[in-house]
């Protein structure tokens, strides 16, 4: 099959829309307010995500990894085109971009704005709430049992009632199955898990400088700096991996069985993590008339910001 000028053309602008999706998609999970799914959902590829995402089985994995051989690698061709490759690729490099270049801001503004950054934080995941929690409905018992379940479980984790059980890589791989498969679910962001379990600064500031460690690399630099932020990359990387081929589809499962009671949860779940963010606040700063007035302050900005990108879209609709 061979291709003219206006193929190439037309697969180039593509490629370039699934990265810009990726770049929308990566912006909204590394920020703990709007969810990467959510954006999906707006932008119109989220059946074309999921389609995609379910799709990796290890039968698959293994119809590729046979292609070596001549008499498979047409089945491995079509496993490739099953996957949706050419979709994927470019949005997980979108995403990956913008996930980067948010991680170095935020590894910044924690150390030298703290207040400010954090406050912002739950004005966004406070509005997030209210703006995903006007499209849903109450109308059994079993609805506001699960609504308080939800908002209970973040209540606890946010005050360090309910964590991780010790720390160390375990932690890593555990944040990122579970933070990762939020991130293509509507309604709830990545990151807000990654405040939740409190490894949201530590984590960006260790892809931060991993970044920097590989530029630095590049120019002569140590490769025993790589070492250390780069195995936390690999081990939140591998976590996700394992939330993206096991928890995503739980929670997919549960959604298409249950979709109400189960995006109850979800949003119950954003609504009661609203606090989260104030206990970094708190770790670094007293908490005087004029930290709280600050952080009342970014937290009315990040609430406006919110409903302002709601106006902007059209709202935003768990669904």
């Known amino acids: 099959m061979e291709y003219n000028s206006t193929d190439v053309v037309v697969d180039r602008l593509q490629l ?31 059946g074309r995500l999921i389609a995609a995402v379910t799709a990796f089985t290890p039968q698959r ?19 490739l085109l099953e996957l949706d490759l050419g979709f994927l690729l470019p949005l997980g490099v979108g995403m990956a ?16 704005h703290p207040v400010a950054m954090f406050g912002f934080f739950t004005g966004l995941i406070a509005a997030s709430a209210i703006t995903l929690g006007r499209n849903l409905t109450f109308t059994t018992p079993g609805h506001a049992v699960t609504a308080i379940s939800g908002a209970g479980l973040a209540l606890l984790v946010a005050a360090d009632l309910v ?45 931060s400088a991993f970044v920097r460690a590989i530029g630095d690399l590049l120019g002569g630099g140590s490769l025993a700096a790589v070492v250390d932020p780069g195995t936390t990359v690999v ?4 976590g996700g991996v394992v939330g993206l081929l096991s928890i995503a589809r739980v929670v997919r499962a549960a959604m298409a069985r249950r979709r109400e009671l189960t995006f109850v949860f979800l949003v119950s779940l954003v609504a009661g993590s609203t606090p989260a963010p104030l206990t970094n606040i708190g770790q670094t700063h007293a ?27 059209g709202g935003f609709e768990p669904e």
């Open 97 to 112: 971009t913008a996930v980067v270049l948010i991680a170095d801001i935020v590894s910044s503004l924690a150390k030298s």
């Open 235 to 238: 081990l939140f990387v591998a």
């Open 287 to 313: 908490w005087t008339t004029e930290t709280i007035t600050l952080t009342a302050a970014w937290a009315v900005v990040g609430a406006v910001a919110l409903f302002g990108l709601e106006y902007l879209v």
């Open 16 to 46: 370039l829309r699934a990265y810009g999706y990726g770049l929308c998609m990566g912006t909204a999970d590394a920020l703990p307010g709007v969810s990467g799914g959510t954006v999906a959902l707006l932008l119109g590829f989220y």
């Open 163 to 207: 964590t991780l059980p010790g720390s160390g890589p375990a932690v890593i791989v555990v944040a990122g199955a579970i933070a990762v498969s939020a991130m293509i679910l509507p309604g709830i962001s990545g990151s807000l898990i990654l405040i939740l379990l409190g490894q949201y600064v530590f984590l960006s500031s260790e892809l």
């Open 61 to 79: 994995a293994v119809d590729i990894l046979g292609g070596y051989r001549t008499e498979r690698r047409p089945r491995a061709r079509e496993a």
